[in-house]
Structures are given as C-alpha cells and as structure tokens.
C-alpha cells in the first residue's frame, strides 16, 4: 500500500467535492475544515459520479446526483435508499499542507 499525494489542502473548497484517481481508481475527496475524507466515486448502486453530488456539510454526507442516496463521509454507509452497500473509504494523511490518499 502506498500514499497518492492528490491534493493540496489549501486548494480544496469546503464541501466542494472533488475527483481524483488513485492507482486508476477514481475517488472523490471532500474537505469540511481541516479533515478531508475519501471514498469511492461510483455509487453503490448504479453508475453514477460522486463527486456530482451535493455536500452536506453539517451531515459529513454526500448525495448522490442520479436517485439521491447521501453516504456518510467516515464510513461510506448509505444512510438512505436506494443503495444499500457502502462505497469504499481510503485513509486520508495530511502532510505540510499535501493531502495523500492510500491506496488499496
Ligand atoms: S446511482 Fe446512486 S443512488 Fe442510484
């Protein structure tokens, strides 16, 4: 397992949710204040791109934008149907001002 480094901290919008790829697997990264969270980009349930989706910043959640699933930024859980699986999550490490995501 190794660290991607796929962005800076200080280029990340709040709750601006961003894709990104790691070992050509595509994740979405979202920064609420100094934590940023990663998860896989493609919806549990069908094929549909995170990283389009609506940030719930209060939640820790992102919708996604094909039928309005949210997913739990920390664990990816579905909170809501119709996805029932999780999306993967990666480990995120913030390193002077690099955020690097592991990869799997
Ligand atoms: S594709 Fe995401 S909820 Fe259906």
Known sequence: MTDVRVARLDELAEGTP???EVDG???VIVRIG???YALGDTCSHAEASLSEGEVYVEEKEIECPLHGST???ESGEPT???A???VPT???VLTDGDVWVASR
């Open 71 to 73: 997913f739990v930024l």
């Open 84 to 86: 029932t699986e999780p």
């Open 18 to 20: 961003r894709k990104v």
């Open 25 to 27: 697997f595509p994740v």
């Open 34 to 36: 100094d934590s940023v």
């Open 80 to 82: 809501c149907l119709p």
């Open 90 to 92: 990666f480990e995120v």
